[in-house]
């Protein structure tokens, strides 16, 4: 089971205290990590991930925000990122199913990988298996992601809870 960066996890960018990955294939542009961060994350840079660039924890915190779970940290010496409890799984109007907690996805080649945050595809258009990759018949788009529980903040409690 993997929880940690490197081949399956994506493009890592490292700093002193944290090092972040990025999997573009897992990216749908939701634009927490820009607008959380824009100095850290700023898409008319290359590098356009510099983890350097703010305190590691506001990073973290950012970054525990994507919702596809495109991004990921490691912190150096420090604890790793904890899963939602309990588990939570948002719908997305004409999008994914977002899931934030204690996740085991089985892939195709029958591996498991550890997630803490997924936004799996629901329409069956995908090209990355199980994951949402906006693929044709997928009718998601960036104002989607706030028309109900907003993936990068707390999701109201059931009632009676």
Known sequence: MSTAPGPDRGKEYPAEDIVVTFDAK????????????????????RPWIDPALAPAEQVAE???RCPSGAL????????P????HPTRVYVVDGGPLVLRGHIQVTMPDG?????????????????????????????????????????????PEPPGT
């Open 62 to 64: 950012v970054i525990r």
């Open 26 to 45: 897992r990216c749908l542009h939701s634009g927490e990590c820009v607008r959380g961060l824009p100095e850290v994350f700023d898409t008319d840079r």
């Open 72 to 79: 990921h940290y490691t912190p150096t010496g420090g604890a």
């Open 81 to 84: 990122e904890m899963p939602t």
């Open 111 to 155: 591996t498991h990988r550890h997630e803490t945050r997924a936004a799996l595809c629901r329409c069956g258009s995908t090209g990355n298996v199980p994951f949402c990759d906006r693929s044709a018949g997928c009718t998601l788009t960036g104002r989607d992601w706030g028309q109900s529980d907003p993936p990068g903040r707390p999701a």
